[in-house]
């Protein structure tokens, strides 16, 4: 099993950035998948989840700003992130979404990119 996040990189606040995660090693399109982040100080969170069949969640605190897609035929899931503020720097994983538990013991996971938000 491989996921692997691109598109981390150093936005300003207000800015958009568009996370990618290839995944290979399972059978994608059966599994829920989220992202979830590491915030500096905190533990992890989920951010975004999407479900087999294309259902959505998301945390009060992106709802509106971040938005979470799947493409089954190319096994990649996306994180599109507009209005992105300071409080989203953190290390971004791609993750099968779990959404009673975030833990990196439970599921399968990348390893990470890093965004950060700074003026």
């Known amino acids: 099993v491989q996921l692997v996040e691109s598109g981390g990189d150093l936005v300003q606040p207000g800015g958009s950035l568009r996370l990618s995660c290839a995944a290979s090693?399972?059978?994608?399109?059966?599994?829920?998948m989220g992202w979830a982040r590491q915030v500096p100080g905190k533990g992890l969170e989920w951010v975004s989840g999407?479900?087999?069949?294309?259902?959505?969640y998301y945390p009060d605190s992106v709802k509106g700003r971040f938005t979470i897609s799947r493409d089954n035929a190319k096994n990649t899931v996306y994180l599109q992130m507009n209005d992105l503020k300071p409080e989203d720097t953190g290390v971004y994983y791609c993750?099968?979404?779990?959404?009673?538990?975030?833990?990196?013991?439970?599921?399968?996971w990348g390893q990470g990119t890093q965004v950060t938000v700074s003026s």
């Open positions: 090693g399972f059978s994608f399109s059966n599994y829920p």
């Open positions: 999407i479900y087999s069949d294309f259902n959505t």
């Open positions: 993750a099968t979404f779990t959404p009673a538990v975030v833990a990196f013991a439970v599921g399968y």
